[in-house]
């Protein structure tokens, strides 16, 4: 007797109401190194590059316009690589072109100092302004480089705990207006410091901002979350 091959199996068809499968997301360690770079690119080198030129005998606005180059290279690249231009590379390379214009018609090196006070200005004003939509960028930045689980739970808080959102929008309002002292600070220090001092004087009142609203933001936090759970 001849036999008959079997149909291949066919899956089954998923129910007609189970959503689509969600596309992971990027791992958690690829975005922090992707964050650090653009760190160390658009602080670090800068930095480097000025006090290198100053030390080889460069004018500080020589050294202060070159050190611009770096975060222009690493825009170029991320352009080239994904073939598109993302809102904070156009933030970025805006403020760039705005203060090399001013370099341009401006031989002050302390016009040019003053021009960070532009950048975390802006940084200051648009967090505050996201507190009129939906979701602060303070949320959105900090879901984005948590694990998938952890960002589910996150989302399912903000979206069902009124208390949640509310700590989270107090956070939001101390990092804006954390970022506009910044820039304020900025801007004395620009015009009251030594030139050659600035540079490194901003780095570390950046520095000492970020310990300080990152770890008395997660303080607050922690304190008003395991209060209003007991």
Do not use: C
Not at 104 to 112: K, V
Not at 185 to 208: C, E, F, N
Request: no cysteine.
């Amino acid at each position: 007797m001849k036999r008959v091959a079997k149909p291949p199996p066919v899956d089954p068809l998923p129910a007609p109401d189970q959503p689509p499968p969600v596309p992971a997301k990027p791992p958690p360690d690829h975005r922090k190194r992707a964050v650090a770079g653009m760190i160390g690119i658009d602080l670090v080198l800068p930095f480097a590059i000025y006090y290198g030129l100053r030390l080889a005998g460069a004018d500080p606005w020589l050294a202060l316009m070159l050190g611009a180059v770096g975060p222009l290279v690493r825009i170029a690249v991320t352009t080239a690589r994904s073939r598109r231009i993302d809102r904070l590379g156009v933030f970025t390379l805006s403020i760039l072109a705005i203060g090399t214009a001013v370099g341009m018609f401006s031989a002050d090196p302390r016009l040019l100092l003053a021009r960070e006070s532009w950048l975390t200005a802006l940084i200051g004003f648009w967090i505050l302004i996201s507190l009129a939509g939906q979701r602060p960028v303070l949320f959105q930045a900090t879901i984005a480089v948590m694990p998938t689980d952890a960002t589910a739970q996150w989302e399912h808080d903000w979206d069902t705990n009124p208390f949640f959102r509310k700590v989270f929008r107090i956070m939001t309002l101390a990092w804006g207006l954390a970022f506009i002292l910044d820039a304020g600070a900025r801007v004395i220090m620009a015009y009251t410091l030594p030139i050659d001092v600035v540079p490194l004087a901003s780095i570390g009142l950046l520095l000492a901002m970020l310990f300080a609203i990152v770890y008395g933001t997660k303080f607050y936090a922690g304190r008003r979350l395991a209060a209003n759970e007991s």
